[in-house]
């Protein structure tokens, strides 16, 4: 048998929750360079959203090696000599920003050094200008659209910081086949017309909006008996995703009493749609990957079109509408114009939308001598700022550990591990049960 031809290519990916962690390994996929043979080690930033192995089983992405590790434990790994040639950072902002300055730190000296990639899991409507100039210095930040690229290239010029590493991309996690309308007549194989409500942990956020939806759900249902109605979950109880669910549907469904024809449902959202006739949600990412397929998909107007509600994003669209117009019989007809800006690529250019990432990254590869690292934040730039953010994660602004931080040349031993499970789940019992409580009984 002839030898492989192929380059190995050896990817670090650092999420902090399962949503990221799908971006971030999807992402190292789609961008490497074709000819490559991809070694892909994953690591789970240990902390509030570390994902559970359900979670992780839920997002279908295999990795040749996966553990959990604190940012110190991350960064011993990666001062090492020759182990990696790319990093992908899918992380919040400021976690972003912290293990930036660590690897600067890591790497200091080192004419040759991993590539660092980093970018967004999804729709960027809130914290624009903090949330990139935290990611500001990988050598790739990755935007998931055109608009999203004219964005980030407009953030970091009007402050006067490099924007040269802003890279046009698309959501690595869209796919599928594209909807089609059922014939009524056709005898073979009949799927119910399935309406599915995509939820999020977050939005909205109070009891009274996420019981309203749910009742204009299950009404919905009712109105609608030749329809099965779907309340698509991103977690169960106890398990957190990158934003704080209080209020989980599931508590609240208990007190209603729903029809036959309303289920709520889990898993992948691929597989979800691939039998969904009509997605609607508040603004989840969900829409996109929904769009992609030219699935009819709403994004519901009833609470308002807001900022904190995130579908603020979808003006232009011609995705808005409301529960009465649904329930009424509505359609939506989305823009093609603004669906082409959003990265959706409905029109089949899917498949070329990683193609200058690819480039830049093989580029860089080859490259015999790489610059350091340079955030736009520095101890100068952002004296207030900085140091708060890396000392969340023992680093001092030099980006060493701090004096007294965790020991990061050695493993957690067995104990450590054992209080670590246990703080982390009197955390998310007290997030999902004390914390509402208390705010009730300051309601009185």
């Known amino acids: 048998m002839p030898a492989s031809t192929s380059k190995s290519l ?8 399962d949503t990221r962690w799908k971006w971030g390994s999807l992402t190292a996929n789609r961008i490497s360079p074709a000819a490559s043979d991809i070694r892909l080690d994953g690591f789970l930033l240990r902390g509030r959203a570390t994902p559970t192995a359900r979670q992780l089983e839920e997002v279908g992405v295999r990795a040749d090696s996966l553990r959990e590790v604190t940012a110190l434990e991350f ?34 000296g080192r004419a040759k050094r991993p590539l ?122 106890g398990e957190h995703t990158t934003h704080i669910e209080e209020l989980p549907y599931q508590k609240l469904v208990q007190k209603a009493d729903p029809p036959a024809n309303f289920r709520l449902v889990y898993g992948h959202m691929g597989e979800v749609l691939d039998r969904t006739d009509l997605l609607v949600t508040i603004s989840s990412t969900a829409a996109l990957e929904s ?56 029109d089949g250019s899917y498949e070329t939308a990683f193609d200058a990432a690819r480039q830049r990254l093989t580029e860089l590869l080859a490259a015999d001598e790489l610059p350091p690292l340079a955030p736009y934040y520095t101890p100068v730039t952002a004296p207030g700022y900085l140091p708060g953010i890396l000392a969340r994660h023992h680093l001092g602004p030099d980006g060493s550990p701090l004096p007294g931080a965790p020991a990061a040349d ?33 309601e009185l």
């Not at 050896?10 to 929750?17: G, H, I, K, T």
């Not at 703080?423 to 300051?442: E, L």
């Open 116 to 237: 660092v990639v980093t970018g967004y899991v999804g729709v960027v409507y809130e914290k624009l200008a903090d949330g990139l100039l935290l990611r500001h210095g990988a050598d790739l930040v990755l935007a998931n659209s055109r608009q999203d690229a004219d964005r980030f290239r407009a953030v970091y010029e009007g402050v006067g910081a490099d924007a040269g590493s802003v890279t046009e991309v698309a959501l690595p996690f869209l796919g599928g086949a594209a909807y089609t309308e059922h014939d009524p007549s056709a005898e073979q194989e009949r799927r119910p017309r399935t309406v599915v409500f995509a939820a999020q942990p977050s939005v909205p956020e109070s009891r009274k909006d996420r019981t309203y939806l749910l009742d204009r759900l299950i009404g919905h249902a009712r109105l609608h008996p030749d329809r099965e109605v779907l309340l698509k979950l991103r977690s169960r109880p």
């Open 75 to 108: 960064l011993r790994e990666l001062g090492k000599e020759d182990v990696y040639d790319v990093v992908v950072l899918a992380l919040v902002g400021g976690a972003v920003q912290a293990v930036l300055h660590g690897l600067s730190r890591a790497w200091e």
């Open 410 to 442: 050695r493993d957690p031993s067995p104990v450590r591990q054992f209080v670590r499970r246990a703080a982390r789940g009197a955390y998310r019992h007290g997030v999902q049960r004390v914390a509402p409580v208390i705010r009730r009984m300051g």
């Open 291 to 346: 769009l992609h397929r030219r699935i009819p998909t709403v994004v519901l107007s009833d609470l308002g079109v807001r900022e904190a509600l995130g579908n603020h994003h979808f003006v232009g669209s011609g995705c808005l509408a409301s529960w009465d117009q649904l329930d009424a019989g509505h359609r939506p007809v989305p823009d093609p114009e603004w669906v082409a800006r959003q990265g959706v690529a409905a």
């Open 10 to 17: 050896r990817v670090a990916v650092l999420a902090d929750s």
